[in-house]
């Protein structure tokens, strides 16, 4: 008898009905003899409704206090859940974060879990339950409720099919598997079948929504079979697998985009040695996280330009500890653009070819898209360009790696 | 130092402004040298929507599930007061009930409390630390969540204080005290200063809304001084305590009414030994509470009829029963009357009083009120009568035992 876990997100257990039609997809894997863990995120719409009393009561809310009114949402989707099982006739239960424990780090309001005790769950599961849990919460060391992060029910999904030694993870949502690219913008995007661990990781990290990076890399490291599929159609999704699962492979696999990225350059700075960790210190020390970094010399080579991205959201507080280091850097001035995007193309069938990045920057060269800056690794290539050209470049790239649909 | 547990309704804590005005009330008591522990209830219309969530999917949900569902109501207040604790310079910590735990039996929906580990708020308290504490929900022996039942709040402060050794367990409600009868009716009640223990009790459980029942009960067990007084206006509000603080006992303090009151008569019984049993028994055995009780026989000595009451909630389900055992009781027919009121007027000053119930005949006969059923205790007279008299007779009944305010 194989274990299953099912994922949930908050827009499949959107309301009372929607969760009826969850009930049902539970009872489906039930009765096609596995044993079923399920995990759930609050209806949608409820977290961000707590989160918001919290802002209205405080603007910097201590993180243990909040975790104790976010974590409620998920605490009754497990409830009603659990109800409309019942209904069905399939036996169920719900457990807390604290009942199991999901033991987390302390770090509250973006905790990460250590480990999920599963003995309990595991002899509920024998004895035929359903056992629902909540995603996104967890226990601390010192008995208090924490949670892990916007879209980390994911992660806490994965994380309960590694405890359960699950034979798949499900992770349920609104699209029906993992694309190409986003076929909201390019319509030739196709589903794939299969992806590796690795491209996944990469996707999810360079700006792909469907699957949480923490989740993805959680995955891989204890070899769960990640499966993204449709809640509201019935049809196989993408597995997420190890590389020697999937038969031939693509150069490219596929192509993510993130418009959450800032550029800034440092300009005038005296080229000396050091001057790289005089700038990166500061940033390093306030958390701040600095992607892909360019230094120019300037003509009469005694200055230098730096040029890296940080997340549009850090933006702000990069600039404003440049400003509060300038006299240890000494630099001229600085010069901020948000209005970049980073596009990446990802496969692990690069590893074993070359003219990949080349083909990249030709099809991108075609459409008179100039590439401000370049970072690379083993199965990825990024470029940053100009946030205008996104959908240009992802229909050019889309084409030129021939990852067109025959159909659309 | 003194230990005060205040505790806050729905209604207190309705919004996110009303949050902070209870924050500054607790701030209020540290600032006069008190530890604090603060117990809440949820947000006014939470647990109502949390209720009617469950009740969409299931008519007849699993109670355990259910308290899953509608315990996280005071979790959030406990998480937003304590920020706006700390937005006011308070230091604070909310503690739910499965992290203290506050220990109750399995009867889940309707648990009761069993004791209350204090030593962790003990501590939290000699800190210097406010605590914030859910009412209404608990743990019970097999580690899930159970709730007490609507209004279980007030229980929950009451243990708590009883816990802590509470020099004073104030009730924030949104009425500034006890009154000698609804105001809203009788224009002239008076607000009581205090009122002994074993008449809040009756007052409470014969229709008095201002506290529940089940924790003036713990109050008067543990001697906790239970104060009730309004969250919006900054005056004293009417005191709980033993009767020997009380130097100038009235005759009688109040008078309470219920309109949730149904009279059934079974008529045409046979009249023979064992027959009350014959009728009574079922009723008892179907958890039915039956309360003022008459048997007449007929005229022609033969039959019987016996008349009693029960909540109205409870009748459609006290004549099934009838019905179901008619054979056994042999009657002739059942007559069921839900337009009926319980008035009650309510002293211990009539211990030692006679003719306490002889003002109440007449001042109900002087305004030609029908009396359908009396039952008495030793500090109690309650009559039946037509509801539409309700009005008429508590006002004749406030003027006739001298307690009209002489203000209005």
Tied chains: 1, 2.
Excluded at 165 to 194: E, F, H, M, S
Excluded at 287 to 310: R, Y
């Amino acid at each position: 008898m194989a274990i299953i876990v099912q994922k949930f997100g908050g827009t499949s257990v959107g309301d009372v009905e929607r969760i009826r039609n969850v009930a049902r997809k539970v009872k489906a894997e039930v009765e096609a003899g596995n044993r079923v863990a399920v995990v759930v995120s609050a209806m949608a719409g409820v977290t961000n409704q707590l989160v918001a009393h919290t802002r209205d009561i405080s603007a910097d809310a201590d993180p243990r206090e909040y975790d104790v009114v976010v974590s409620t949402g998920e605490q009754v989707t497990t409830g009603l859940l659990s109800l409309a099982l019942h209904e069905i006739g399939v036996a169920a239960r719900s457990w807390q974060g604290w009942q199991l424990p999901i033991r987390t780090d302390g770090v509250h309001a973006k905790a990460r879990i250590e480990d999920i005790a599963a003995d309990d769950l595991t002899a509920a599961l024998l004895r035929g339950e359903v056992a629902v849990v909540p995603g996104f919460q967890g226990l601390s060391a010192d008995g208090r409720i924490t949670t892990l992060g916007r879209g980390g029910s994911d992660t806490s999904a994965v994380a309960l099919a590694a405890a359960l030694k699950a034979d798949r993870c499900d992770i349920y949502t609104d699209v029906d598997g993992v694309y190409t690219t986003d076929p909201r913008i390019v319509a030739k995007a196709r589903k794939l079948d299969k992806i590796t661990y690795e491209e996944m990781f990469e996707m999810a990290s360079l700006g792909a929504k469907v699957l949480q990076t923490r989740s993805v890399e959680m995955a891989m490291k204890h070899r769960v079979r990640l499966q993204v599929r449709s809640t509201f159609e019935d049809r196989p999704g993408t597995l997420v697998v190890d590389e020697d699962e999937i038969v031939e492979q693509e150069l490219v696999s596929g192509i993510a985009y993130s418009r959450d990225e800032a550029k800034v350059t440092v300009a005038g700075l005296q080229d000396r040695p050091g001057v790289a960790g005089a700038v990166f210190g500061p940033l390093a020390e306030a958390n701040i996280n600095v992607d892909m970094i360019i230094q120019n010399i300037s003509q009469d080579g005694k200055t230098a330009n730096l040029t890296f991205t940080v997340p549009e959201g850090e933006l702000r507080r990069a600039l404003d500890v440049l400003e509060t280091h300038k006299a240890g850097m000494r630099f001229e001035r600085l010069i901020a653009n948000a209005d970049v995007v980073k596009v990446s193309v990802i496969g692990v069938g690069m590893r074993s070819h070359a003219g990949v990045a080349q083909r990249m920057f030709q099809a991108l060269a075609e459409k008179g898209i100039n590439i401000q800056a370049i970072s690379t690794s083993e199965i990825k290539i990024s470029v940053l360009i100009a946030e205008d050209y996104t959908e240009l470049a992802l229909r050019a790239l889309h084409t030129a790696y021939g990852l067109d649909s025959d159909a659309a």
